[in-house]
């Protein structure tokens, strides 16, 4: 769907929530057969680079930074952006918290060095143990996972480095039955995000069926895990349903996005029509916002 095909989904103002999820990159040099975020519409029908220009991005992130308490820069994988740095500081001059999602193939000690002091969080998505399962998945570069210890030796590079580590882990039917307590005890976050593989018209359509999770075995797999907590990791499960309009989110273009209904509904440019015309455009739930846990502690405005 492009911007003009968009039709308004609410006339009256809608609460936002404290956090935003700029996918400010559409390229990846990784090939996950699930990704959520594969932008290749945006791709196609506006964006043919697949972001904004440098300055644009910049003026985005100011206007989200003065209006969100905290700032996820997220992709494709955001790290292949030259200027990264650039918006990362923008959001924390205007006060915002940031956080990066990256699938940390590019996140060696020149890169958090630069990133050291504009990003508070580092969120790294790492689905399984076993490097043989992550090429499986497509979670690989030119078909080569990163091996365990690689992912042991970049969390303690962003706990050295002062930031706050995260980890996401998509639950699909080739990572369900695995015990993953040893490895996540040794990579140390202080909050684990599940997500139960979800199928988004548009984005991965044709490529998860074959790698679909039951509920049952979602659930079995968060129940596995729940000891961690003693550990001081939060687990934060999100089955289908709290993934669906809880999100504030902006895609490569510059527009708020929402996944209420399946696939990606898109509002205007919100550099052309302001942030609250453009949200006024998409759908978001804060009741299910709250549900998934999106209220914590970032880190606080500084
Ligand atoms: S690393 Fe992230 S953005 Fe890239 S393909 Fe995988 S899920 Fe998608």
Not at 233 to 247: K, T
Request: net charge neutral.
């Amino acid at each position: 769907m492009d911007s003009l095909s968009c039709t308004p989904f609410a006339a009256v103002a809608q609460a936002m929530p404290p956090s935003v999820n700029f996918h400010l990159w559409e390229p990846c040099n990784m090939r996950c057969r699930f990704c959520f975020a594969t932008f290749e519409d945006v791709r196609r029908d506006v964006l043919p680079k697949g972001h904004l220009p440098k300055e644009a991005a910049l003026r985005l992130v100011e206007l989200l930074s003065r209006r969100f308490q905290k700032i996820t820069f997220a992709g494709g994988e955001p790290l292949l952006c030259p200027w990264l740095p650039d918006l990362a500081a923008a959001a924390k001059a205007n006060g915002a918290t940031t956080m990066l999602v990256t699938n940390g193939s590019r996140l060696n000690a020149d890169v958090l060095a630069r990133l050291r002091g504009v990003v508070d969080w580092v969120t790294v998505s790492i689905d399984s143990v076993s490097p043989r399962t992550h090429e499986a998945l497509g979670r690989a570069v030119h078909g080569k996972a990163l091996e365990p210890q690689d992912y042991q030796a970049l969390a303690e590079r962003v706990h050295a480095a002062g930031m706050r580590l995260k980890v996401n882990t998509v639950v699909t039917n080739l990572n369900a039955g695995e015990d993953q307590k040893a490895f996540m005890r040794s990579l140390r976050p202080e909050r684990w995000k599940l997500l139960r593989v979800l199928s988004v018209d548009g984005q991965n359509t044709g490529k998860v069926e074959s790698m679909r999770c039951t509920s049952q075995d979602f659930e079995a797999f968060v129940a596995r895990h729940r000891i961690l907590e003693e550990d001081g990791i939060v687990l934060v499960p999100e089955d289908n349903e709290d993934m669906r309009g809880s999100y504030a989110m902006v895609d490569p273009a510059g527009r708020f996005f929402d996944n209420a209904d399946g696939g990606h509904r898109y509002s205007e440019p919100i550099l052309q029509t302001g942030l609250d015309g453009a949200w006024s455009q998409v759908h978001f739930s804060l009741e299910r916002f709250i549900q998934r846990n999106g209220f914590y502690d970032f880190g606080g405005r500084s």
